[in-house]
């Protein structure tokens, strides 16, 4: 479908299905293509909406940081949504995108029928670990804006973050994951680092008791600090459900797809009569 204009900004999204609705939320330096094998999987049940989160994909990069608050972020996902038809969605995101839905959830509750978090986390606790937070994510803005995407990608692909890719991705998928990062743009990565960061969001660890929704909570095995995250959010999180992904890092869904979407589709059938 066309983009769909929150305010001035583009938010591009893929429309595919039928049903409730599901929204797709990637990680940072992704697109919503990072989802076709999950919108495969589920379209024949659900109505699917896959967004280019702000920053990235075909949607708007905004030079003003302030576009890219997550609380600003966050109000412009639901307002998206409702604009093209839906008051309420089971919101999905990975990374970037599981902290953003689980910040919607916390602040637009009324937007969420059910949520699904991988390799997510609830932001950080301290003043101290965001303020470090924030410091090296300005680090990484810096490094975007002054050596360009190219050389920027290279070193984000070098983390230990990503070692499980070596051997869970082929080398045609590993291309095609390089060629989705190298097609973001300085200015939205740059931006999305500084409004959109783990340091720069709000703790919301100490609010997981109240989320009255259903909700799923995934990790990759190979992910010891997400799957442990996940966990420990599963265990504050009333009505939750821990599925750790075996032979997957941090992007179980592109890691080990047919296991991921398994468990995504049988989530979204278990809950469905109740929503």
């Given at each position: 479908m066309p983009h769909v204009d929150v305010d001035g900004l583009a938010l591009n999204v893929d429309r595919y299905g039928m049903g409730l609705p599901v929204v797709l939320l990637h990680g940072f330096t992704g697109s919503r293509t990072s989802w076709y094998d999950s919108v495969r999987a589920i379209e024949g049940e659900f109505t699917t909406l896959s967004v280019d989160l702000i920053g990235h994909?075909?949607?708007g990069s905004p030079p003003t940081v302030e576009r890219y608050e997550m609380s600003r972020?966050?109000?412009?996902?639901?307002?998206m949504v409702r604009k093209i038809g839906f008051?309420?969605?089971?919101?999905?995101?990975?990374s970037l995108g599981g902290r953003t839905a689980l910040q919607l959830a916390i602040e637009h509750p009324d937007a969420v029928s059910a949520l699904v978090l991988e390799g997510a986390s609830p932001g950080l606790a301290t003043s101290k670990e965001r303020d470090d937070r924030i410091a090296a994510d300005e680090v990484l803005a810096q490094k975007v804006e002054n050596e360009g995407v190219e050389a920027f990608i290279d070193y984000w692909q070098s983390i230990p973050l990503w070692d499980s890719q070596k051997t869970t991705l082929s080398e045609p998928q590993r291309v095609a994951l390089r060629q989705q990062r190298l097609a973001q743009r300085a200015t939205g990565l740059a931006n999305s680092l500084r409004g959109m960061g783990t340091g720069s969001q709000a703790w919301v660890g100490d609010r997981l008791g109240g989320l009255n929704v259903p909700v799923l909570l995934t990790a990759g095995r190979l992910d010891t600090k997400f799957s442990a995250i996940a966990a420990e959010m599963a265990q504050a999180i009333p009505d939750a459900r821990l599925e750790i992904i075996e032979d997957a890092g941090h992007c179980a869904h592109l890691e080990q797809p047919a296991a991921f979407n398994a468990v995504l589709l049988d989530f979204l059938r278990g809950i469905r009569g109740r929503l």
């Open positions: 994909g075909w949607s972020a966050v109000a412009d996902l639901v307002t008051e309420r969605a089971i919101w999905v995101g990975y």
